[in-house]
């Protein structure tokens, strides 16, 4: 079973940078992806974010440009870095993550850090 950990969120004026952290343990697969959704109040669950063991990234154009996933120094761990953050990126942002190449797959979840933009 996997278990996610995530850090990173806070407060931070508009125009300012945050950088989220998600590691993965347990029993890890060989091909997987990770990254993240938002979810704004009132707002359903959006992606903002996904990396592949294989090297492949993807966001949505509400963030494309100024979010950038990489692998981060922990083993099996991904970094999340948000630059020029606007009051619309609010949100608690979770981790996922995701076995490939596997029919039956699902999500599991990181437990949520608050992001913040606001003057």
């Known amino acids: 079973q996997v278990q996610l950990v995530e850090s990173g969120g806070g407060l931070v004026q508009p125009g300012g940078s945050l950088r989220l952290s998600c590691a993965a343990s347990?029993?890890?697969?060989?091909?997987?992806?990770m990254g993240w959704f938002r979810q704004a109040p009132g707002k359903q669950r959006e992606w903002v974010a996904s990396?592949?063991?294989?090297?492949?990234?993807g966001y949505p154009d509400s963030v494309n440009g100024r979010f950038t996933i990489s692998k981060d120094s922990a083993r099996n761990a991904v970094a999340l870095q948000m630059n020029s953050l606007a009051p619309e990126d609010t949100g608690i942002y979770y981790c996922?993550?995701?076995?490939?190449?596997?029919?039956?797959?699902?999500?599991?979840w990181g437990q949520g850090t608050q992001v913040t933009v606001s003057s």
């Open positions: 990396m592949t063991t294989g090297g492949t990234t």
């Open positions: 996922f993550y995701r076995v490939l190449y596997v029919m039956e797959s699902s999500n599991v």
């Open positions: 347990g029993s890890i697969s060989r091909n997987y992806v």
